[in-house]
């Protein structure tokens, strides 16, 4: 993520009243030269001063999916939207407890999209995350915001907002489940290669294999 600039519009408003302020008042003076420069002199003062006192925003932009595949590169901008429709629900809805487990989904789901676009071997290990597991998370999501706006729920509304609430947990673990599963190879990969080094250590005389793996326990 980067941050970028947006600039106001406020100070182009600023001289286009200006001028138009001028047209109104003194329409004749317009077509003189020594007043154009002047019209001109004033839009630059009163552009700056605005744009003193209306700088803009900062907000963040993202770079674009760049894992050197097509494919994947569109379903993580997929992903990636439907993870921002997730952090968009859970800014609108402020019990504590429904926001803590969204910010564990979007965290995870993010985590996930970072390791693919890495590592877009891994494309088969998440293909049901993407296609079925994240999206429907955020079709509940936007379903739920519905129905908290329906004012006078009934007892189906009720009973259908609060089997998602119960839901979100399970979700949450599922999805850090996911990438904690991603790591799983290279987790036993670094044990087996510590394992095989310690064994070579220890037959050279250079460690004690024991004490090794009694500290490893």
């Known amino acids: ?29 317009l077509l003189k030269l020594w007043f154009l420069l002047v019209a001109v002199a004033l839009s630059a003062g009163v552009y ?21 595949d097509r494919n994947i590169d569109a379903l993580i901008e997929e992903g990636r939207k439907q993870l921002d ?4 629900a859970n800014a609108a809805i402020p019990e504590a407890d429904i ?16 390791v693919l676009e890495k590592d877009t071997s891994q494309a088969q290990a998440v293909r049901r995350f993407m296609n079925y597991y994240l999206p429907t998370a955020d079709k509940l999501m936007a379903n739920y ?10 007892e189906n509304i009720e009973r ?3 089997a998602v609430e119960n839901s979100l947990g399970m979700i949450a673990d599922a999805f ?4 904690d599963n991603l790591y799983k190879d290279r987790t036993l990969d670094v044990e087996t290669d510590i394992d095989v080094l310690e064994t070579m250590m220890a037959s050279d005389g250079l460690t004690d294999l024991g004490g090794a793996q009694a500290k490893r326990q």
């Open 99 to 114: 926001s803590q487990k969204l910010e564990r989904m979007t965290k995870a789901g993010e985590q996930i999209l970072q």
């Open 48 to 68: 700056f001063a605005l744009s003193k006192l209306f700088p803009g925003r900062e907000v963040e932009v993202r770079d674009r999916a760049n894992s050197g």
């Open 85 to 88: 429709n997730l952090k968009a």
């Open 160 to 162: 259908a907002m609060k």
């Open 176 to 179: 850090e489940k996911q990438f």
């Open 1 to 29: 993520m980067k941050t970028k600039r947006i600039k106001s519009a406020i100070p182009i408003y600023g001289c286009a009243a200006l001028w138009l302020l001028l047209g109104l008042v003194c329409p004749g003076m």
């Open 145 to 154: 915001r519905l129905m908290r706006e329906t004012k006078n729920p009934g």
